[in-house]
């Protein structure tokens, strides 16, 4: 039997396109979110638990900003490296929340925290450097790891250890080809935070491997419940060898914006300046001018968003644990939960047999009509992933209906 025309043509195009992108991975979470849209389209009432995105609208105080920006003409092309009265801004954040001091020129402002990241790699890596990631990771880290031509090595952990790694775990996992190391707290997709003890123990290991850098991903700090953040960068003999990243598009709900930032060493943010002037440029004017208004407020008026994620944390939690083969820890933060499913692995489901993650997943979007992601993009392949930045009324309903699924 012959191939499939077309299967056929997207094996020719894709001997035309580059190795770099034929190596790529699509990100795990817009997959499962297109999967979603494409079944909606045909009807179906699909509820969306697989994106990281707050429900919530944008503040006021920073749409107001965002207005006067427009009204004040900020219409033309922006420095690369970000507007220095938003660079001073972050600096006063960086102080005031994280005890780091940040001068301008250590600062980079772009597209989304995303490309904050993905420059950090970029002008660090070279081919044949491994990156240490603690699983479970944010998807893109490892595609980042991979388009910057370096090698992902993966350190599993389980939801035994809170997902969390131990100081013995890295530095076994570190070689001489290591160059880089990344820290995600509060973490996606578990929810877990790294206590300053914790993070203390991790860098007396990375002390002994002076060549070895580190990007502490902080975009969830501020949404936490009780457990104190701590910024790696702010452990003395680790500043020098961190780049903190941040951005407004979780804790101020403004995921479109696309602002994102790094505070790190002059020589790597003159480095992420020069290869971002080559890519996009600076960031959108108008967003820049918003970010001053989100920063310099006090982070009690978005505390009102904290709560409610808590609220929601509670309910979810209690939901899943009535669910026969979920095993939950409690996160501390963000605003997911990473059930361990691997009971369901081997058994068959109104005619479905469960054998992954991905199967489970999908088995749920498929018969449950609710969108969660796969933990195997995450690199914890027992778990999925599920997004409560969604109403009351849809975690009740989303829950309900995977309770009903799964008693088939």
Not at 92 to 108: A, G, P, S
Request: proline share 5%.
């Amino acid at each position: 039997m012959g191939l499939d025309p077309i299967k056929l043509i997207v094996l020719f195009f894709m001997k035309i396109l580059s190795d770099r992108i034929n190596n790529l991975p699509v990100s795990a979470t817009l997959e499962m979110a297109a999967k979603a849209r494409e079944l909606k389209e045909k009807g179906n009432d699909i509820i969306g638990l697989s994106l990281g995105e707050p429900d919530f609208n944008t503040p006021e105080f920073i749409k107001e900003a965002a207005i006067q920006a427009v009204q004040d003409n900020y219409n033309s092309y922006t420095p690369v490296d970000g507007y220095p009265a938003l660079k001073r801004s972050i600096s006063r954040k960086f102080k005031r929340d994280n005890n780091l001091n940040y001068d301008l020129n250590q600062i980079v402002v772009s597209t989304g925290a995303k490309q904050s990241i993905a420059n950090a790699s970029m002008v660090l890596l070279n081919p044949g450097d491994e990156v240490l990631l603690p699983a479970p990771y944010w998807v893109s880290y490892s595609a980042i790891v991979t388009l910057s031509e370096a090698k992902s090595v993966v350190i599993p952990s389980s939801i035994e250890t809170d997902f969390k790694i131990t100081p013995d775990q890295l530095e076994k996992a570190i070689t001489s080809k290591t160059k880089m190391v990344i820290f995600n707290s509060p973490n996606n997709p578990s929810g877990s935070v790294y206590t300053e003890t914790e993070y203390r123990e991790l860098a007396k290991v990375l002390e002994k491997f002076p060549k070895v850098y580190i990007i502490s991903d902080e975009i969830y700090e501020h949404i936490n419940y009780g457990e104190p953040i701590f910024s790696f960068a702010s452990i003395t003999e680790m500043y020098d060898r961190t780049i903190t990243v941040n951005g407004v598009a979780k804790a101020f709900a403004m995921t479109g914006w696309r602002i994102g930032y790094i505070g790190a060493p002059s020589w790597i943010a003159k480095a992420c300046n020069k290869m971002q002037g080559q890519i996009t440029s600076g960031a959108n004017c108008i967003a820049q001018r918003a970010t001053i208004a989100a920063l310099d407020a006090p982070v009690s008026k978005i505390k009102y968003m904290i709560d409610e994620f808590k609220n929601r944390r509670k309910l979810i939690i209690s939901l899943l644990e009535e669910i026969n083969g979920f095993k939950l820890n409690k996160p501390k933060g963000a605003f997911y939960v990473f059930p361990d499913i691997s009971y369901y692995f081997g058994k068959t489901i109104n005619s479905v047999t469960i054998k992954n993650s991905s199967d489970f997943s999908l088995f749920l979007l498929e018969m449950a009509h609710v969108a969660t992601v796969s933990g195997d993009a995450f690199g914890s392949p027992n778990c999925i992933r599920i997004s409560y930045a969604a109403s009351v009324q849809q975690i009740k309903k989303a829950c309900s209906l995977i309770k009903e699924s799964l008693s088939k």
